[in-house]
């Protein structure tokens, strides 16, 4: 039998990558830290230096250390940076686009299939029930950014028309600050 240590107990994983559990890469000692996650550091695997003390602390900062003007999907801008899961992109000459990717489709909801058989038995009635329509908008927006020779895309759920709406003004407004 050999001797393992537990599943995430301290030390568990990679040897030498000390107490941080499973999962957690850490920097061998002596080294700089790296940040690892959305939106840490330039970059991934990139060293992440931290803010000076006092600054990006508290809510509505971001990871870059000042507030976040906007946030689509896991895009955010902050200060003069987009940042994306892959790093930063540099905000100033970036190009915006959005797709509307939804679709509103028109149902008859089932509350009203359920009135229309109950009260079928009473009278004839009830089949007026069946004259309900509701309206349904399932999809997504694609938001997509270039910048700086790099490229990202999200894709933001919307469950309405007013939801693409306030998709489509947080782009413009993007866009804006992207000037």
Request: proline letters at 14%.
């Amino acid at each position: 039998m050999t001797d393992q240590t537990p599943f995430g107990a301290p030390g568990y994983g990679p040897p030498g990558y000390g107490p941080p559990g499973y999962g957690t890469p850490q920097p061998p000692p002596g080294q700089p830290g790296y940040g690892y996650g959305y939106g840490h550091g330039p970059g991934y695997g990139q060293p992440y230096d931290a803010p000076p003390p006092g600054h990006g602390h508290g809510p509505g900062a971001g990871p870059g250390g000042g507030p976040v003007l906007l946030a689509l999907g896991d895009i955010a801008v902050i200060d003069d940076k987009v940042m994306t899961p892959g790093g930063a992109l540099p905000l100033k000459g970036a190009v915006w686009t959005a797709t509307d990717l939804s679709r509103t489709d028109e149902r008859i909801p089932p509350h009203a299939i359920v009135l229309a058989v109950v009260f079928f038995l009473f009278c004839l009635l009830g089949l007026l029930f069946l004259l309900m329509k509701e309206k349904v908008t399932i999809g997504f927006v694609q938001v997509a950014v270039s910048s700086g020779g790099r490229y990202h895309t999200t894709m933001v759920p919307v469950d309405s028309p007013q939801g693409v709406a306030l998709v489509m003004g947080h782009v413009n407004y993007a866009r804006s600050l992207s000037m």
